[in-house]
């Protein structure tokens, strides 16, 4: 890819401007380069950067900014682990309020927030209770806590008890970022046996992968198959590069009880409804446009139609697309199903817009936004 340029939003650390390429024009409005963006695209273009800074120069720069940098050159599918590095601050919020309503629209049975830390809770910091919020068509709802320390959890636990709605508390012990492992949380609980074992009493979860894999490694479901054996009879779930119908069939000829889906449901959030039916879904780029725009209605009905909400709408947009490109229509497939972990060579599909969607390239993402948002 030219200039080391990397389009891929799992590296997430702050984009390196030059800083006479950066100018702020007014309080909603950021020039990049010679381009005018607004601030929520700054915001999202902040999330990418350059995989060498010496080689970054003002022209791929604009490129980027653009959407105009060249397409990465490949032969035959380009997998997770070709491609990515998680950084510190990976943490995103894909599984906000409005992203769980299509999930429920198209047959999500039961729905988790997104992961809240406790000591955040407990300082009582208004966005973090943010995440807890519950929608009236979640009938069977959960949140996600993270914490390092059985004290801590369990103060937050009877909180969240006599001040929220909620049917379940799901543990976080398989988040692989530093932020969160260095302190002893998510996958650090892991090899912290005393801390881990009074926190999990309750535990009904298991993410079947090592911070060391990350995402980059399929996840192991043997390993699953086993500790779900060794929890009998307390139910145990598990969760883990699940993409297709055919992917939940082979996950329950294990024993847990049960099958959870995240990135999965990102790629396609009608995933819920091809498990249900048992079939693969050709859907077409009319139909998943109209997903995006059910999804820019729950996000002003959410947020607000106010300026913070448009901004908040249009970020976790651009968030969520950076997960819908990796889908590869049914149609075009050589072979069924897709993995989760594969990644296509840049193709042309079957009309202009299913083309746009395939694209990898921040500037056709917000292309697409743009379309959604007021038509700007």
């Not at 699940?242 to 009880?257: F, G, H, M, P, W």
């Not at 997903?291 to 249009?314: C, M, N």
């Not at 049914?330 to 079957?350: C, D, M, S, T, W």
Request: hydrophobic share 35%; glycine share 8%; charged share 25%.
């Amino acid at each position: 890819m030219s200039d080391g340029l990397s389009l891929y939003p799992e590296l997430i650390p702050d984009l390196n401007l030059p800083a006479d390429e950066v100018t702020y024009e007014g309080s909603h409005s950021v020039s990049v380069a010679g381009i005018e963006l607004t601030t929520a695209e700054f915001e999202g273009l902040s999330q990418y950067t350059t995989q060498s800074a010496q080689s970054t120069s003002p022209l791929a720069l604009q490129q980027y900014t653009s959407g105009k940098v060249p397409c990465m050159k490949t032969h035959g599918a380009v997998t997770d682990e070709d491609i990515i590095k998680l950084r510190p601050c990976e943490k995103k919020q894909c599984g906000n309020l409005p992203f769980r309503r299509i999930c429920k629209r198209f047959g999500a049975d039961i729905t988790c927030g997104e992961m809240a830390i406790c000591t955040n809770l407990l300082q009582g910091q208004s966005s973090e209770w943010a995440l807890l919020k519950r929608h009236q068509s979640e009938d069977l709802f959960g949140v996600q806590l993270e914490g390092a320390f059985p004290d801590t959890m369990t103060k937050c636990a009877e909180l969240l008890n006599q001040t929220i709605d909620v049917d379940f508390v799901d543990i976080n012990v398989g988040c692989p970022i530093d932020l969160v492992y260095n302190k002893g949380g998510g996958c650090g609980l892991m090899n912290r046996v005393n801390k881990f074992e009074q926190i999990v009493r309750g535990m009904n979860s298991l993410h079947g992968r090592s911070r060391e894999q990350r995402y980059t490694k399929l996840a192991d479901w043997d390993y699953i198959d086993y500790c779900s054996k060794v929890a009998s009879p307390v139910p145990l779930f598990g969760n883990g590069d699940i993409l297709s119908y055919e992917d939940v069939i082979s996950a329950r000829k294990t024993s847990v009880s049960g099958v959870m889906i995240a990135r999965g449901a990102l790629i396609k959030p009608w995933i819920f409804t091809e498990i249900k039916e048992q079939r693969h879904w050709d859907i077409s780029a009319t139909e998943r446009f109209d997903i995006l725009k059910e999804f820019t209605s729950f996000g002003l009905e959410h947020w607000g139609a106010d300026t913070q909400g448009v901004e908040k709408t249009r970020r976790f947009m651009l968030e969520w697309l950076s997960f819908l490109c990796r889908y590869i229509p049914v149609g075009l497939l050589e072979r069924l199903p897709q993995k989760i972990n594969e990644r296509p060579p840049f193709y042309i599909a079957r009309d202009y817009m299913e083309t746009l969607m395939a694209s990898q390239h921040v500037g056709d993402w917000i292309k697409i936004r743009q379309e959604l948002l007021f038509n700007e």
